[in-house]
């Protein structure tokens, strides 16, 4: 696989080595020896989970501030913008983020490392989404940084108004949000 630095330097997109034919294709979404060579990181991954939302949806920006969960995400249908937001105090990109465009197509991975709000914009009809987590979920640490807070100035490709769950729209903003050291 190729590893794709950010400006975020510890957010990196994946290109996965992929084999295609008239019959189709294959490519391996996940060696953690590979994974590790490529990366650097060696994490064990606990947990795997699907969504599927349509156009327009926004989850997040979500991380769990006890737990924290490095979460390796794809796309298996459709296209989504994908965003990770720094929310450890003790980094220079403290409060940055870093927005990829995961497809189908394209068949990039991000690979998020804990200590990151995570989020995506659904831009296609729908989409099915993809993410390993190193720790398990844990509703009781989740947290939620307001999508739209104009201090981390997030360019979302939106027309209109996202649709938000009601946990999301009670996200709060990156200066009352609890955050790492």
Not at 54 to 72: A, D, F, M, S, W
Not at 102 to 131: C, D, T
Not at 132 to 157: F, N, Q
């Amino acid at each position: 696989m190729r590893v794709v630095p950010t400006h975020l330097p510890d957010v990196l997109v994946l290109e996965p080595k992929v084999f295609g034919d008239e019959r189709g294709f294959f490519f391996e979404s996940y060696n953690r020896r590979a994974f590790a060579q490529a990366t650097g990181v060696d994490c064990e991954f606990v947990q795997d989970n699907h969504s599927r939302s349509v156009r327009n949806v926004l989850r997040g920006l979500h991380y769990q501030i006890r737990q924290p969960q490095g979460k390796l995400v794809r796309v298996v249908a459709g296209e989504v913008f994908d965003v990770a937001v720094d929310l450890r105090r003790s980094s220079p990109h403290f409060g940055h983020w870093v927005g990829v465009h995961l497809s189908a197509q394209n068949k990039r991975m991000v690979w998020i490392p804990p200590g990151f709000a995570h989020g995506f914009l659904v831009l296609s009809e729908a989409a099915e989404f993809l993410y390993k987590t190193t720790d398990y979920y844990a509703p009781e640490h989740e947290r939620c940084l307001r999508w739209d807070d104009a201090s981390v100035g997030i360019v979302w490709p939106l027309a209109g108004k996202p649709l938000l769950s009601a946990k999301d729209r009670q996200g709060v903003s990156l200066a009352q949000a609890e955050v790492y050291p």
